[in-house]
């Protein structure tokens, strides 16, 4: 007699939830290292929603994994750290700073400081935004 098996194959909160049930011991936890409340997380496991796909990048940092082996199964499903290539290890902040700035050859180091200061506030509250559009 031969029995057949349905194998049916895991999809992305398949995925999410086998990892983080691996890695935190609760799922608030979880919830709380990715900056969500615990019942929205809630929510995706019982798949009432799927709004985990807005915060993909930062599941997948929590998780120690890549959005690719997330929503695929493909991929790497251990993240790996990122190297700085070797060519990249002598360049200065201020050749950043004026690769960011391009054609500001005319400013003076003092602006181009505070001109970077201006550019790393805005980025800070550009992540505090999304942040609080995914809560």
Do not use: H, N
């Amino acid at each position: 007699m031969c029995i057949f098996l349905k194998v049916i194959p895991m999809d992305t909160v398949d995925r999410l939830f086998e990892l983080v049930d691996q890695k935190f011991k609760e799922q608030k936890d979880f919830a709380a290292a990715i900056g969500v409340p615990a019942p929205r997380v809630s929510e995706w496991r019982k798949r009432k929603s799927a709004s985990y796909q807005r915060c993909l990048s930062q599941i997948a940092e929590a998780l120690d994994t890549t959005t690719e082996y997330l929503l695929t199964g493909t991929g790497p499903k251990e993240r790996t750290a990122f190297t700085v290539p070797a060519k990249w290890a002598d360049v200065s902040d201020d050749q950043i700073k004026a690769a960011f700035f391009e054609g500001a050859g005319d400013l003076t180091k003092e602006e181009m400081d505070s001109l970077w200061a201006d550019a790393q506030d805005y980025m800070r509250y550009k992540l505090e935004q999304r942040r609080k559009r995914q809560e």
